[in-house]
């Protein structure tokens, strides 16, 4: 062990060393519960793929399917709203109707949706079952029957999301961001749960990284990689995320999250629970947590499901200062969601959700930033002081990126296993590349991020769910002119003139 250029007490070596202990526990246990995630993973994408693969036709289901409400809360979307509404209309689903929600905009997004379709003011009646800020009007269009849009006051996206639930004419409702794109075939195979299990109250889909690809009028027609950097990351670590962060706990019904960009819910069961609370900027992982301890606490039998191929595309943030707001503010609202509903943890009835996957998202995905965070500070330090081995050095190499290197390419494996969205062997060398250096820098600087977001939840600095300020650039849009978009089919319930009420879903007992 060499002089180094600290001199440190020795009680201050001994906890750094102490701590260079904790941290490799955190990182072993961590990776070794993802590990087994992903393995579970593979499992259920093969049996998944053998059952609803592309053999799957979904059309076969148009005389069962539900009819839906898509909801699309926007604030500010003027450069995405249009191009997200077209992709909408064509979608392969056999009744469904579009709820355009402008949260008070004050740049063009109310303009360019009315131009865009041809909407009037239209004297509907607003049901107020969950309390919003003021609706200043109502527009419905006579070109697109099933395209409506509610002009609000200003009061966050949980404000609005509970808005476009009141004007919600289906059983079941679908959230779809505004700088977002379905594929066509996506809503009929996230609703598949619902047709499969009764008691299913909740289903989400994949987000994918939209920036590289190209979209016109709504089509996504090619699908390649970011140009960039930042979002090149970001599709690495949204393929981890997704194809086993989220599928390995879906099985034991204990999935935590499902994404506010691309997620059904039977609209009955969340009015009962009081919609979203907008006293938190994690509006959607916080509705999916308050579910689960509702209807714990009620003694129900539900699921709330994870579905690996409905495919939400979605503009990942390129700049640094958007990144960094986007991932503060989810580790605010995963601790305000986890703290919210703490009776969930260790309960009695609390199952898979509160003996596992509630503690492991509690103390490794809300807590662990700080223990990465003091673990390489004092990495560092102990490196500065020359008190650091070689044997320590590497065994800490190995528990932070190693391992983080095995889940990237275990996650690039089952992406190619299962979707094959990225064939061409430059895509699969690029993402292989980058999913090895993501973990030099990148991820300790989102560790730093992520501990800031926690700092703002511990100081209380909260207020009413809030819009994330991401720049949009848009890059990956394409439009055509407003006469390409192609009026929804008039089917039963969106052809005009009245909408007969929906029979509603087996009630979920």
């Not at 059309?59 to 409400?69: D, E, I, L, W």
């Not at 979307?77 to 109707?97: A, H, K, Q």
């Not at 970011?226 to 670590?237: D, S």
């Not at 990144?323 to 009835?349: D, H, K, P, V």
Request: charged fraction near 20%; hydrophobic fraction near 45%; glycine fraction near 8%.
């Amino acid at each position: 062990m060499s002089a180094g250029f600290l001199v440190l007490p020795p009680a201050v070596v001994s906890a750094l060393e102490w701590l260079q202990w904790v941290f490799f526990a955190y990182f072993i246990v961590i990776n070794v519960t993802y590990l087994a995630l992903n393995y579970i993973s593979m499992f259920g994408i093969l049996r998944h793929m053998h059952e609803h693969g592309t053999k799957f036709m979904w059309n076969n289901f148009r005389a069962y399917q539900p009819p839906v409400s898509v909801i699309v809360p926007a604030h500010n979307e003027e450069r995405t709203i249009v191009s997200s509404i077209r992709s909408l209309l064509r979608l392969g689903y056999p009744n469904f109707e579009i709820v355009v929600v402008n949260d008070g905009s004050t740049d063009g997004t109310l303009a360019e949706v009315v131009k865009a379709f041809s909407l009037v003011e239209f004297p509907e009646a607003y049901r107020k079952r969950l309390k919003t800020r003021d609706v200043n009007r109502v527009y419905a269009s006579p070109t697109f029957p099933n395209v409506r849009l509610v002009d609000k006051v200003n009061g966050g996206k949980a404000d609005a999301l509970n808005a476009g639930i009141n004007c919600a004419r289906y059983p079941l409702f679908c959230v779809v961001d505004a700088d977002c794109i379905l594929q066509q075939d996506s809503l009929a195979r996230v609703v598949q749960p619902f047709l499969e299990d009764s008691t299913t109250v909740a289903a989400g889909g994949v987000i994918r990284v939209v920036n590289g690809c190209q979209v016109k009028d709504g089509f996504l027609t090619n699908v390649d990689l970011p140009k960039k950097i930042l979002p090149l990351v970001q599709t690495v670590e949204y393929l981890r995320a997704f194809l086993f962060g989220r599928l390995g706990w879906s099985p034991m019904n204990a999935l935590l999250i499902i994404s506010g960009a691309f997620g059904v819910f039977y609209k009955e069961r969340v009015i009962a629970a009081g919609g979203y609370h907008g006293d938190t900027v994690g509006e959607d992982m916080e509705l999916v947590v308050r579910l689960h301890k509702q209807l714990r606490e009620e003694k129900r039998d539900y699921r709330i499901t994870f579905v690996p191929d409905p495919i939400c595309w979605t503009e990942a943030p390129e700049d640094l200062g958007s990144l960094r707001r986007q991932r503060m503010r989810w580790q605010q609202g995963l601790a305000e969601s986890l703290f919210g509903n703490f009776g969930l943890m260790f309960r009695r009835n609390g199952g898979a959700v509160g003996w596992l996957a509630f503690p492991f998202m509690l103390f490794f995905e809300c807590i662990g930033p700080a223990i990465e965070v003091l673990g390489y500070v004092s990495i560092i330090v102990l490196g500065l002081a020359g008190a650091l081995s070689p044997e320590a050095f590497f065994v800490f190499l190995f528990a932070s990126v190693g391992l983080g290197v095995l889940l990237s390419t275990n996650a690039l494996v089952l992406e190619e296993l299962s979707f094959h969205l990225y064939p061409r062997p430059g895509q699969q060398f690029k993402l292989f590349l980058v999913s090895i250096f993501e973990n030099f820098g990148y991820r300790q600087l989102t560790s730093v991020w992520r501990l800031m977001g926690l700092v703002r939840w511990l100081v209380r600095l909260r207020g009413r769910s809030r819009w994330g300020r991401v720049h949009r650039n848009a890059t990956w849009q394409h439009e055509g002119s407003p006469d390409d978009a192609v009026p929804a089919p008039h089917v039963a319930g969106i052809s005009g003139g009245t909408w007969p009420p929906p029979k509603p879903p087996a009630k979920v007992d």
